[in-house]
């Protein structure tokens, strides 16, 4: 794969996760066990109903559903403000036709995915996790690409915010 669709990938996957977030700065955390870790292709059940427990797990796991499907409404829904400029800024510096929206950013990756035939299957580890905040420790399977995924809960739902980054590489 040439380093553009490498990097590309990197950028759609990883820093939605923000983790389409491709600064790079972030080191990874302390490895230590978890016992919330979970390993899954996608989400296949409804989220439990001990929301502060595994919410944020199911809510990054449908988000990772819905940027790859596209459903571009539910995948931006799920990103801060702040997070989508960022990584509409750093899509924007790695691909020839730049994208406008969150709309646009999340059609054009989830293009991308599928015509390299990507795989989404991810492991997610709980490092953290109140009922208003969480962070995970994500790591694509397929690649070994990873991040940590900081989440805050607004109401019902659980927002990816833009302290969400990329391991270092």
Same mark, same amino acid.
């Given at each position: ?5 490498? @990097?590309? !990938? ?11 977030? %491709?600064?790079?700065?972030?080191? #990874? ?11 899954? *292709? ?8 001990? *929301?502060?427990?595994?919410? #944020? &797990?199911?809510? $990054? ?17 799920? %990103? ?14 790695? &691909? ?16 991308? $995915? ?7 299957? &991810?492991?997610?580890?709980? *490092? ?5 905040? #969480?962070? %995970?420790?994500?790591? $694509? !399977? ?7 995924? &900081?989440?805050? @809960? ?10 969400? *980054?990329?391991?270092?590489?």
């Amino acid at each position: 794969m040439t380093s553009w669709g490498r @990097r590309s !990938l990197d950028v759609a996957g990883i820093g939605l996760i923000a983790l389409m977030a %491709l600064s790079g700065c972030a080191t #990874a955390p302390t490895a230590t066990p978890s016992p919330a870790a979970v390993v899954t *292709q996608a989400p296949t059940s409804p989220a439990p109903t001990d *929301q502060a427990a595994s919410g #944020a &797990v199911e809510s $990054y796991l449908a988000w990772l559903t819905a940027s790859r499907t596209p459903d571009v409404d539910a995948a931006c829904a799920a %990103l801060s403000p702040d997070l989508i400029a960022r990584m509409i800024a750093e899509l924007n510096g790695t &691909v020839p036709t730049p994208v406008g929206s969150c709309e646009e950013m999340i059609a054009a990756t989830a293009a991308l $995915y599928r015509a390299v035939g990507d795989d989404a299957s &991810v492991d997610v580890a709980v *490092q953290h996790e109140t009922s208003t905040d #969480a962070t %995970l420790f994500v790591t $694509y !399977l397929a690649s070994g690409d990873c991040g940590t995924v &900081v989440m805050k @809960r607004g109401g019902a739902s659980w927002i990816i915010t833009e302290q969400s *980054q990329e391991c270092a590489q």
